[in-house]
Structure formats: structure tokens, C-alpha cells
């Protein structure tokens, strides 16, 4: 059964600490998102990446990074949390396709709050 | 810069009812892709159709119905004879086709509350 792994499905941090949220799809995708959720505000993209190693900024990238080292996983980092990030975030992936876009295989969610 | 508006936060119907969510976008691409995607309460979003911009054929998948409308940016998707089991958040979403990495850009969901 093809999958997109988070580590976490609930997190609670400290304000100020660096917090990593993993992310792992064995699907062989060549695309991979991080996006929040928020109440009314649907999903809002912060970073995703098409190829390992590379990355690019979605809408929310303020206090945010992200790692990509290996294909299959991508690792969202907050350098040091503040309250405003506790959200849901979600991952995906996507095959990288010219020819027809497939959408994306989500992950289950990491539910993180920050106190 | 490409829009999805759901202008519905939350719909609660009782079972057997029928539902329609509605979608509106916005895009300057003349090619791009449509979904809907349910979030049911474990929280992992399940893709439940595609449609691209060439292909405003409607579709039904058993109780599942979607009227895609491109002289009015509208991709509406409705529930028959809703079920308790179809209470969940609904998100349209629209991808251009030259975006970089297929990405998506999602409205703002939908609540289904649907009781017995």
C-alpha cells in the first residue's frame, strides 16, 4: 500500500524551539509539498520541492525551512517556534509528470501546538 | 495568480438529503486541472476526482456527482442521498499546468455535517 509517512500525529512545543516534522512517501515521487491548515483558511503551501535538494518558497514560507537530502523524504523545519504556527500540516507528494497532473497522495497530518 | 472560493464554510443536511458544494476559480492558464478531495475526521485527504480544462463532460461515481463549468470558473460537486458517512471537510483545488511542480491551490473546504 503506497504511502506518505508523517513521524508525528501529535506535537506540543515549547515557544522558541526548533521543531522538525518529517515526512517520508515511498512512491518514488519526484514532488513533495508542506502545506498548513488552518480553520477557514483551507490549505496554505509554505514550501514544497521537485527534486532532492531543491526547494522553493510557497505562500507562507515566513519562519520556515525545509530539507530535502534524500528523494523520499522532506523534513519541515520551524527554527524557532512561536504560538502563531500551531496549526495542522500536512505533507504530499506527486509523481512529476508533463503530461497529465495526478494530484497529490496526502500524508495523515502532524497536529502540532505550540505553548 | 490563480483563486479556489468556497464560499460555503459548513452544510448540514440530514441523511438522504442531497448536498452541493460549490467552487469557484480563478486562473489565466487556459490549461489546468481541477480536484476535490474529502478530509474525513482521521484527517488524511482522499483524492476523489480530477477533471482537466478540456474535459467539461460531467461525471457521477455512485452517489457522487461533478458539474464542471468553465464559462462560469465553476466546479461544483454534489452529495445524493448524503450518508453519514460522507460527514467530512471538502476542498476544491486547481493546479495550472505550468506550475512548477503540479502544485496545488486549494479554497477554503467545506464542512458536511450529514445527520441521522
Known amino acids: 500500500d503506497v504511502k506518505v509517512t508523517q513521524s508525528s500525529r501529535y506535537l506540543v512545543k515549547r515557544t522558541g524551539e526548533k521543531v522538525f516534522l518529517e515526512c517520508v512517501q515511498d512512491?518514488?515521487?519526484?514532488?513533495m509539498f508542506w502545506y498548513r491548515q488552518d480553520p477557514g483558511l483551507g490549505l496554505r503551501l509554505i514550501y514544497f520541492?521537485?527534486?532532492?535538494?531543491?526547494?522553493e518558497k510557497g505562500d507562507i514560507p515566513e519562519g520556515y525551512s525545509v530539507s530535502r537530502e534524500k528523494k523520499e523524504r522532506f523534513s519541515l523545519i520551524l527554527e524557532s517556534a512561536s504560538t502563531n504556527q500551531t496549526s495542522m500540516y500536512l505533507c504530499?507528494?506527486?509523481?512529476?509528470?508533463?503530461?497529465?497532473?495526478?494530484?497529490?497522495?496526502f500524508g495523515s497530518g502532524t497536529r502540532l501546538t505550540v505553548v | 495568480a490563480q483563486k479556489v472560493t468556497q464560499a460555503q464554510t459548513e452544510i448540514s443536511v440530514v441523511e438522504k438529503e442531497d448536498v452541493t458544494l460549490d467552487c469557484v476559480y480563478e486562473t489565466r492558464d487556459t490549461t489546468y486541472y481541477l480536484f476535490w478531495y474529502k478530509q474525513p475526521p482521521s484527517g488524511e485527504l482522499v483524492f476523489l476526482i480530477r477533471?482537466?480544462?478540456?474535459?467539461?463532460q460531467n461525471e457521477i461515481s455512485g452517489r457522487y456527482s461533478w458539474n464542471f463549468q468553465k464559462s462560469t470558473s465553476s466546479f461544483n460537486f454534489t452529495i445524493t442521498a448524503s450518508q453519514v458517512v460522507d460527514s467530512a471537510v471538502y476542498f476544491c483545488a486547481l493546479s495550472e499546468a505550468r506550475a512548477a511542480g503540479n502544485k496545488l491551490t486549494f479554497g477554503g473546504g467545506t464542512r458536511v455535517l450529514v445527520k441521522p
Open positions: 512512491m518514488d515521487h519526484e514532488n
Open positions: 520541492s521537485y527534486d532532492v535538494k531543491m526547494k
Open positions: 477533471r482537466n480544462s478540456f474535459d467539461e
Open positions: 504530499a507528494s506527486s509523481p512529476q509528470d508533463r503530461t497529465i497532473n495526478y494530484g497529490y497522495t
